[in-house]
């Protein structure tokens, strides 16, 4: 007796292949395998392109946050002023909370800090400005303020001018050398109440953070001339620390808040971002399940299809079975039809979606020149371009989810030609 064919043998491979290669008198088969490639190739497409821009939205936002801002603040819980009846939040010893918080494991930088807001004002233009008091040493050490390839300018000379976001530089007109006023409505104090202060600086230095919001309405100005515009001689409003692993900020709480003091409040970046990327994972999640949908729909056309060339293949699966084929092989015959389809249209979508990634700059200036307006606005999203960032687990997820669907799809109807009547096929040949 003749032992059965070991699964998935080459007879089997060359007899699904011979059915992919539909003649013209099946060209309808032959249609329903190319509208599930590409059906299939679209939809794997989609879901890496959605997934790659996701991962690198959130990666340069992230990077945004932390490069040009403080990973935790530290604040005073306050006074309250027996005159004005008004809590000083004011640090009366922040260079000895510096210390302290410096000692803490895992910090890199504490700096001092003076803020305040201001009126800036350039010949007839004014805008309002968010003005940070820092010393020289401390500006140098924030990544996305000091870098000589986005910034204009000495920060060296910081000392003796100020420091502007390139869209704060542009919407007043000014560049490096040009002086502007800024004014304070809470200026000098005199017998009869505070008078506005106005002081003017000469612009040293333009930086370019790569996040609209603190690119148009950041300045810094040197620690000790802050103190003076804003009334804090001796004093910091903030303390703004750094760590070496930003996203291990539960494990610094205690830590920094006992370095502090027990007066002192932590808010981190996390704290002013967190609702902004709690709606990004929401909204992954939810696109990913919407292109799930969309891979199973491209999916079941491979269903369609091998409905159609089981149904034209029904007297060469009776003849095939009169032969002594089994059940077993003809299932398999089937199933390489529609996997292959499935499995050509995953790499063609992951080709794309790679290409779709790697190459999107290109990709949205060239839409930008079809319209009259760009696609991407920064001053509604934040950053100034759509970054992608492709990921291994993305990639693969993406192909684990189309092949799973395709392979699963195409079990029903390879089992339906499988139990196929050979008789029944052949009653009215």
């Known amino acids: ?77 306050g ?9 000083d939040r004011t640090i009366e010893d922040y260079e000895a909370m510096a210390e302290r918080v410096r000692q803490v494991p ?26 940070f008091g820092i010393a020289l040493d401390d500006l140098k050490t924030i990544p996305r303020i000091v870098n000589e390839e986005t910034s204009n300018g000495d920060v060296e000379a910081f000392p003796n001018g100020i420091a502007l976001g390139g869209i704060l530089a542009r919407d007043l007109g000014v560049s490096i050398g040009d002086r502007i006023k800024l004014i304070s409505p809470n200026g000098v104090k005199t017998a009869f109440g505070s008078s506005p202060r106005i002081n003017a600086y000469e612009v040293v230095y333009i930086f370019e953070a790569g ?3 603190i690119d148009k309405t950041r300045a810094y100005l040197p620690f000790e001339e802050a103190q003076s515009f804003f009334n804090r001689e001796g004093r910091a409003d903030e303390l703004e620390v750094m760590l070496e692993e930003p996203e291990a900020l539960e494990a610094m709480a205690g830590p920094l808040r006992q370095a ?17 990327l709690r709606a990004l994972d929401v909204e992954d999640n939810v696109m990913f399940v919407i292109l799930s949908v969309l891979v199973l729909i491209a999916a079941m056309n491979i269903t369609s299809g091998l409905i159609m060339l ?7 699966i009776g003849i095939l ?3 002594g084929l089994t059940e077993g092989s003809v299932l398999r015959v089937f199933f390489i039809c529609g996997a292959f389809t499935g499995v050509i249209g995953t790499a063609f979508g992951v080709l794309f979606g790679c290409l779709f990634a790697i190459y999107i700059d290109p990709i949205f200036a060239l839409l930008d020149s079809f319209s009259d307006q760009p696609i991407w606005t920064p001053d509604s999203r934040g950053i100034y371009f759509l970054p992608a960032k492709l990921q291994f687990w ?36």
């Not at 502090?260 to 902004?276: I, M, P, Q, V």
């Not at 089981?310 to 060469?316: A, M």
Request: hydrophobic share 45%.
């Open 260 to 276: 502090a003091g027990e007066r002192s409040y932590l808010w981190t970046w996390k704290d002013s971002s967190g609702s902004f």
């Open 106 to 131: 895992g910090v890199t930088r504490v700096a001092p800090l003076i803020k305040g807001q201001v009126m800036a004002n350039a010949r007839d233009r004014s805008a309002g400005v968010e003005v």
């Open 1 to 77: 007796m003749a032992a059965n064919p070991a699964p998935f043998s080459r007879f089997e491979w060359m007899i699904a292949w011979r059915y992919l290669r539909a003649r013209r008198a099946e060209g309808g088969v032959s249609t329903m395998t190319w509208i599930s490639l590409i059906g299939i190739t679209l939809a794997v497409f989609a879901l890496i392109a959605t997934l790659a821009v996701r991962s690198g939205f959130r990666a340069e936002f992230v990077d945004t946050i932390l490069g040009a801002n403080a990973h935790v603040t530290i604040y005073n819980g």
């Open 211 to 213: 996040r609209y919001d």
């Open 321 to 323: 079975r009169t032969m």
């Open 79 to 87: 006074n309250v002023d027996q005159q004005t009846g008004r809590i």
């Open 394 to 429: 993305d990639v693969m997820s993406a192909v684990g989810l189309s092949l799973g669907l395709s392979f699963i799809v195409t079990i029903f109807p390879a089992r339906r030609a499988a139990r196929l009547n050979p008789v029944e096929a052949l009653r009215y040949e």
């Open 310 to 316: 089981v149904k034209n293949k029904g007297r060469d």
